[in-house]
């Protein structure tokens, strides 16, 4: 049933004639003693965190107002111990959505301040409005009815306003039910105020003892200019473009390296900081090589790898920083990696001697295969493998499979190196540090995990979700993780502190594919609402939305100038979008934030308030859509921008109807 058409059919609880026959289960309350309070509503609340995925978010809007009245009512007849410990058990539940009302409830500890308190005058005197389709309601009520919770049901009745639509589940965002619930004429920001923590979004300063090294090797190289047939102008050096990207680090207000630790340069010996600097110098040539896109001077080159005969067992596809290799992991368990260079996989030889070895990168090359293979095969998991994730540098490579554990690979040897156990069910997804060293899983346990290389438990739990963590994806300084879950929401973790410090919410649907701007300040996210929506990390605040897909999303990825964003999808398109399209102001101007206007004459990109106009814009595309690049019935399950702004993509041929 169309959403207008269910909203016209809305109804308050309290004219249902049925609701009469709930109440017929309430006795009187006055004598209800402090511990049916506590667990009763202790009971209600486990209820609702074991409930299905498609009615949590619902079920969880009834939790705030029905904890406030819990809460005044043991304070209200003189049973202030118990309600502090009411307080202190279930107040964390609240703080991140709640947080003002809930230290301004917490104050209460005395019957009179019931009466004469603000805040909870409020509560007492105006009915709390709610918004729930009638088959999560009848849920609710069957539950409350069938346990004789009779203290929450004269709550309801007497507290709460509760309209029903029709419908299993009402398909809005977070923001959308906020407006919806509440106290008429009293709103409050709590969201809005939770995200303007202070966020640190700017680059992580080289390490002292790398850069120094790197400047000397460029200074003994003498950093001879490149010739280019487009740009007649002379080339800035590999020594400049070095220092200039060392005053762009530094003009950011960054993290200090000792925030987040890293194995430290100068203790990995020669071989390591030898590497270290020539995947440095490395860099440094993609940026001068790198093709600057725009809408309207240069769209990007795709490059698309089709994979055929996978029998619909192909899960889930990585590609290396490099392009050199690609991964795919499949539903019998194992791993593939094939080279896209157009030359044969050689893994070094199983019968080295270290004394062999005289430390250089390069002396390991003539103890590689001589015949090399196409493809590698890595066996290990148990289950289907569901996330993958290479290295920067591209000799590591880790993968998460239903088997509850995450693995590293070495894509020298071609062998399993580490076994992770930790997570209680399926991990979805999983994503490496774009510094190297650490990597991030995502799980159906509602978790996100923090782990390093090194050891084989986590580092830190990121819990929070209401439902499955779908997907994972690192701040490109390493002092941020964030995740996308079937809540329908995205947050921002600080790693160190492992706390919660953005909630994104907006989507409609499971979210799948997030994508961080090289510079740090934008955050693009997607799934199965079909829509992609644009956040400025600054201030927490969605600055556009994008329609054009007409299945789920499963990959972004943003150019490296950020100019322009690209997605993949089960309708087997890429598309490409313009990120500027619609900001009025110049989003460079704030290095803390891209706090934006949209132009709402020049961007369909705004949902309207009018619901009619709303369903009538759901099949068309939004004005910053660049150009469809339809595959040959391929689903698209990732893309990616090589350093120098090539695009690649990559999905399985599906023979079948799609």
């Known amino acids: 049933m169309l959403r207008h058409e269910s909203r016209s059919r809305a109804q308050s609880l309290?004219?249902?004639?049925?609701?009469?026959?709930?109440?017929?289960?309430?006795?009187?309350?006055?004598?209800?003693?402090?511990?049916?309070?506590?667990?009763?509503?202790?009971?209600?609340?486990?209820?609702?965190?074991?409930?299905?995925?498609?009615?949590?978010?619902?079920?969880?809007?009834?939790?705030?107002?029905?904890?406030?009245?819990?809460?005044?009512?043991?304070?209200?007849?003189?049973?202030?111990?118990?309600?502090?410990?009411?307080?202190?058990?279930?107040?964390s539940d609240h703080l991140e959505f709640h947080s003002?009302?809930?230290?301004k409830i917490s104050v209460i500890t005395h019957p009179h301040h019931v009466?004469?308190?603000?805040?909870?005058?409020?509560?007492?005197?105006?009915?709390?409005?709610?918004?729930?389709?009638?088959?999560?309601?009848?849920?609710?009520?069957?539950?409350?009815?069938?346990?004789k919770f009779n203290v929450l049901l004269r709550i309801i009745n007497q507290y709460l306003n509760v309209k029903t639509e029709t419908g299993h589940q009402l398909n809005t965002s977070l923001p959308e039910l906020d407006q919806a619930n509440g106290i008429s004429g009293h709103t409050f920001d709590e969201l809005e105020q939770f995200n303007k923590q202070k966020v640190y979004l700017g680059s992580r300063p080289?390490?002292?003892?790398?850069?120094?090294?790197?400047?000397?090797?460029?200074?003994?190289?003498?950093?001879?200019?490149?010739?280019?047939?487009?740009?007649?102008?002379?080339?800035?050096?590999?020594?400049?473009?070095?220092?200039?990207?060392?005053?762009?680090?530094?003009?950011?207000?960054?993290?200090?390296?000792?925030?987040?630790?890293?194995?430290?340069?100068?203790?990995?010996?020669?071989?390591?900081?030898g590497v270290d600097v020539q995947a440095e110098i490395a860099a440094l040539n993609d940026i001068r090589n790198r093709i600057t896109l725009g809408p309207t001077s240069t769209l990007p080159s795709i490059c698309f790898y089709t994979f055929h005969n996978s029998y619909d067992s192909l899960n889930c596809l990585s590609i290396s920083k490099d392009a050199s290799l690609i991964a795919g992991g499949f539903a019998e368990s194992y791993i593939k990696i094939w080279s896209l260079n157009g030359e044969k996989i050689k893994g070094l030889r199983s019968n080295i001697k270290a004394n062999?070895?005289?430390g250089t990168t390069f002396d390991l090359e003539r103890f590689r295969e001589k015949e090399g293979s196409e493809f590698k095969r890595l066996t290990g998991h148990s289950g289907p493998v569901f996330g993958l994730s290479f290295s920067p540098d591209r000799r590591y490579l880790v993968s998460c499979s239903e088997d509850k554990t995450a693995r590293l690979w070495s894509t020298d040897t071609y062998t399993n190196l580490v076994c992770y156990k930790g997570h209680n069910y399926s991990i979805w997804d999983i994503d490496f540090c774009p510094l190297g060293f650490y990597f991030a899983t995502a799980s159906h346990d509602r978790t996100a995990r923090l782990w390093s290389c090194d050891q084989i438990f986590q580092l830190r739990i990121f819990a929070g979700h209401l439902s499955d963590v779908d997907t994972v994806k690192f701040h490109p300084n390493a002092r941020y993780i964030f995740t996308g879950s079937s809540d329908r929401t995205v947050r921002m973790w600080d790693i160190q502190e492992g706390e919660t410090v953005r909630v994104f919410s907006g989507h409609t649907g499971t979210i799948y594919s997030l994508a961080i701007s090289d510079d740090g300040k934008l955050l693009a996210s997607a799934g199965e609402d079909k829509t992609i929506k644009i956040w400025d990390l600054g201030s927490g605040k969605c600055i556009k939305t994008m329609k054009?897909?007409?299945?789920?999303?499963?990959?972004?990825?943003?150019?490296?100038?950020?100019?322009?964003?690209?997605?993949?999808?089960?309708?087997?398109?890429?598309?490409?979008?313009?990120?500027?399209?619609?900001?009025?102001?110049?989003?460079?101007?704030?290095?803390?934030?891209?706090?934006?206007?949209i132009n709402m004459e020049d961007s369909s990109t705004v949902n309207p308030v009018?619901?009619?106009?709303?369903?009538?814009?759901?099949?068309?595309?939004?004005?910053?859509?660049?150009?469809?690049?339809?595959?040959?019935?391929?689903?698209?399950?990732?893309?990616?921008?090589?350093?120098?702004?090539?695009?690649?993509?990559?999905?399985?041929?599906?023979?079948?109807?799609?």
Not at 34 to 58: C, M, T, V
Not at 100 to 103: A, E, H, M, P, T
Request: proline content about 5%.
């Open 356 to 358: 062999y070895v005289n």
């Open 100 to 103: 003002s009302q809930i230290n």
């Open 115 to 147: 009466q004469e308190n603000e805040t909870a005058q409020i509560f007492r005197n105006n009915k709390y409005n709610l918004r729930l389709s009638d088959t999560v309601l009848g849920l609710c009520m069957n539950y409350l009815q069938e346990n």
């Open 206 to 273: 080289m390490d002292s003892q790398l850069r120094e090294e790197i400047e000397t090797v460029l200074k003994e190289e003498g950093s001879p200019q490149a010739i280019h047939f487009v740009d007649p102008m002379p080339s800035p050096s590999l020594l400049q473009e070095h220092n200039q990207r060392i005053s762009r680090e530094q003009s950011y207000e960054g993290s200090e390296r000792g925030d987040i630790p890293f194995p430290p340069h100068a203790d990995n010996g020669a071989f390591s900081k």
């Open 14 to 91: 309290s004219e249902t004639p049925a609701f009469q026959n709930y109440i017929l289960y309430f006795n009187d309350a006055t004598n209800v003693s402090p511990e049916i309070y506590h667990s009763q509503y202790g009971s209600f609340r486990a209820w609702i965190d074991n409930s299905l995925d498609a009615y949590k978010l619902e079920l969880r809007a009834l939790l705030f107002p029905v904890f406030v009245h819990v809460y005044l009512d043991l304070v209200a007849k003189g049973f202030q111990a118990e309600a502090a410990h009411l307080m202190e058990t279930y107040k």
């Open 610 to 658: 009018n619901e009619r106009a709303k369903h009538a814009e759901e099949n068309l595309h939004s004005d910053d859509l660049i150009s469809t690049f339809p595959t040959k019935r391929t689903p698209v399950y990732k893309v990616l921008f090589t350093p120098r702004n090539l695009c690649l993509g990559a999905g399985a041929f599906v023979a079948g109807d799609l």
């Open 548 to 597: 054009g897909h007409q299945r789920i999303i499963y990959s972004l990825d943003f150019s490296k100038e950020r100019s322009i964003l690209v997605s993949g999808s089960a309708d087997s398109t890429v598309r490409v979008w313009d990120v500027n399209k619609g900001i009025t102001t110049d989003i460079n101007d704030n290095p803390e934030t891209l706090i934006s206007r």
